[in-house]
């Protein structure tokens, strides 16, 4: 029997440092190693992915790559273009492949696609290894040691981690790597389906990198470009790669004090250039940076600065924490933890912009966002109400008239990056504290615009700040005046990301409504009702009034959740899932509630949907520019204020006491 050939499949670990799986590769002592990146069209068609995130996994597959070759020169990274469900079986056989190693994977399709790929090479005789590098704990044995249950708090979370072993120190990468064997191919590629392409809306030409063959236009296994994935180019200045996670956290660990002390709640969100917290978290998702790196060169730091230093969960271990949480949540739900139907963990809420919940029969959706205005394509979601629409639309498009809301919403989608607290505050005014629009319509968008997007952290963040799960405090909203004032009192941040606004004086740069028309002449800027970005009047630069009434709308959604509270049904109740649960809700309470049968999920019916179109084509404001559009009966605030005595827990680290607290009745 010969010497190993092995196959190392990178997915979520674009590194040579700390890598267990990599090293349980080279202790096969193989007679080659082909390290491999399957070009899958799932994440090419049907994951939402923008510029900037396509663009910080090509740097990151770029400079493995170049990594791998200054190792071995006859070696690199191929990158193979054909799903690897159908591609494997071929390549093995081509190959003469004995082993297939790579690091686990605890999202849902990567749990689904693994099990395929195993099940496939069960079949022919290839020995799977498979080890746990992306968190510090591995999730499923996280949630063995929570009573097999999701974990939903941080206690939960530390409670099962003392039960394993300490997260391990990490591992040296390796200064050497054997030659890949032969590298031909022999065999026809398996083109992919092109539809439903979600990403149509960031290509601005066609999508070819499948069209040049298995091994790329040259032949030579090479990275595809944006340019033949047919993506707009990137607006980011974050680069990614392993080298440059290296540097920078080099950079933070060098100063101690920042390492010890580091305290989340504490760190500025209207800070840029530099940012107040690392920015490692693109690096810890695509795997360029080891979260057991990350958390032994904190905790060594801390463990010699003595009693001064923090500790979890506001600590900067303690954010690595928070990410096993959310892994070990999804870990134990599956598919059921990125939405509401179904998911026996996350309230139900009857927002609007309900997601449309899809039978077998249905044809697929392939339009995620119709604020996006593409026109023509199936949306994802359902319109019960144009206004909230508008809402949608204008927060992800960073036009609400609220400058603190529309700074971050306009650096995300630049950069592919805010704060942890801005995401807060967008998710909080998007859902509970403003809009009422349901929380995965924001996650699609942040699905969509981050660089970080890690699915887990993403979903169970938007439920925290929706309150639907991990978080009840639903009377506490974000301020978008009071909260940013805490840590910028001039403006800075808002004048740099909405430049309409940058000679308004500090005073009103966060309420420019209540400046004096002669200072906002003299800023260059009017208010105007509906501006759209780069709107002009006259020589004025034109920025919009704000949308709703931020102290109005704040009630309503805290009546709104009080009420949803009080029916107390989750996502996998019989009645959210037959449609019974309208009838729980009062006719005029916030959201699609009036009448007695609902769709499941909280949809509507098809008579009840708008197109989403009415008020987008006319303006809803009179001559005097009042808002001529219907009053809706708002619901009696008495009837729907906290219940007297609640007991309110302590916050975790989420900053919740800065945001602005509602009076009780």
Not at 320 to 346: E, S, V
Request: hydrophobic residues 35%; glycine residues 8%.
């Amino acid at each position: 029997m010969g010497k190993p050939r092995v196959i190392y499949w990178f997915r979520t670990d674009l590194r040579l440092h700390d890598s267990p799986a990599l090293k349980a590769a080279l202790d096969l002592k193989p007679e080659c190693l082909y390290p491999i990146w399957t070009w899958d069209p799932h994440y090419v068609y049907r994951a939402r992915v923008g510029p900037n995130r396509w663009q910080f996994l090509i740097d990151c597959q770029n400079d493995l790559s170049a990594s791998i070759t200054k190792l071995n020169k006859k070696s690199k990274l191929h990158v193979i273009r054909e799903a690897p469900q159908t591609l494997f079986p071929k390549l093995w056989k081509a190959w003469k492949i004995s082993h297939l190693v790579f690091e686990r994977d605890t999202d849902a399709y990567a749990r689904g696609r693994d099990e395929e790929v195993v099940a496939l090479a069960k079949k022919v005789g290839v020995k799977v290894i498979i080890k746990t590098g992306r968190t510090l704990f591995d999730p499923d044995e996280l949630v063995k040691k929570n009573g097999g249950k999701p974990t939903m708090s941080i206690n939960q979370v530390q409670a099962a981690g003392a039960k394993l072993d300490a997260p391990a120190r990490p591992i040296d990468a390796p200064t050497s790597l054997p030659d890949p064997g032969d590298t031909k191919l022999g065999f026809d590629q398996e083109q992919p389906a092109a539809e439903p392409d979600v990403n149509a809306v960031q290509r601005d030409d066609s999508e070819k990198s499948y069209a040049s063959g298995l091994a790329g236009p040259k032949g030579d296994f090479s990275v595809p470009t944006l340019e033949e994935i047919g993506i707009k180019a990137a607006t980011s200045p974050h680069r990614g790669g392993e080298s440059h996670a290296l540097k920078a956290l080099d950079e933070i660990i060098k100063d101690e004090d920042y390492t010890a002390t580091f305290a989340k709640p504490n760190t500025a969100p209207t800070d840029f250039e530099p940012q107040s917290t690392t920015l490692l978290s693109p690096h810890l998702h695509f795997g360029s940076l080891s979260c057991r790196l990350f958390y032994w060169r904190a905790q060594d730091v801390v463990d010699k600065y003595g009693s001064k230093a923090t500790q979890p969960p506001t600590s900067l271990t303690g954010q690595l924490l928070f990410r096993d949480m959310y892994f070990g949540a999804q870990a134990a739900l599956g598919h059921a933890f990125a939405q509401t139907i179904g998911n026996p963990k996350c309230r139900f809420v009857p927002w609007h912009l309900p997601s449309r919940v899809q039978d077998a029969s249905d044809p697929p959706v392939t339009e995620t966002n119709a604020a996006d205005g593409t026109g023509g394509a199936k949306r994802d979601y359902q319109i019960d109400d144009p206004q909230a629409e508008e809402y949608f639309r204008r927060w992800k498009h960073g036009i609400t008239g609220f400058p603190w809301i529309d700074a971050l919403m306009r650096q995300l989608r630049h950069d592919g990056w805010i704060h942890h607290l801005g995401r807060h505050a967008v998710a909080c005014f998007l859902t509970r504290g403003g809009c009422y629009v349901s929380w995965e319509r924001g996650a699609s968008v942040f699905e969509e615009w981050l660089i970080d997007h890690e699915v887990a952290c993403n979903i169970g963040n938007w439920q925290w700040l929706s309150c639907t799960a991990f978080f009840a405090q639903f009377y506490r909203c974000y301020s978008p005046v009071a909260f940013p004032k805490k840590w910028d009192k001039k403006g800075t941040f808002v004048k740099r990301w909405v430049p309409e606004l940058a000679k308004v004086p500090d005073k009103y740069i966060y309420e420019p409504w209540k400046a004096p028309i002669q200072d906002l002449k003299k800023a260059g800027v009017t208010l105007k009702h509906g501006a759209e970005l780069d709107d002009k009047e006259g020589d004025l630069k034109a920025y919009p009034k704000p949308m709703f009434d931020f102290n109005e709308r704040r009630q309503i959604c805290i009546d709104g959740l009080k009420q949803a509270y009080d029916v107390g049904l989750y996502g996998n109740d019989p009645k959210v899932l037959d449609g019974s649960w309208r009838k729980l809700f009062a006719d005029d309470a916030e959201g699609p509630t009036k009448g007695k049968k609902g769709g499941p999920g909280g949809m509507v019916g098809d008579d009840e949907e708008a197109t989403g179109d009415e008020e987008f084509q006319e303006s809803r404001h009179n001559e005097n520019g009042e808002d001529s559009s219907p009053k809706r009966k708002q619901p009696s605030r008495s009837s729907a204020s906290p219940k007297q005595g609640r007991k309110r827990k302590e916050n975790h680290g989420s900053m919740e006491q800065f945001v602005k607290k509602s009076k009780k009745s």
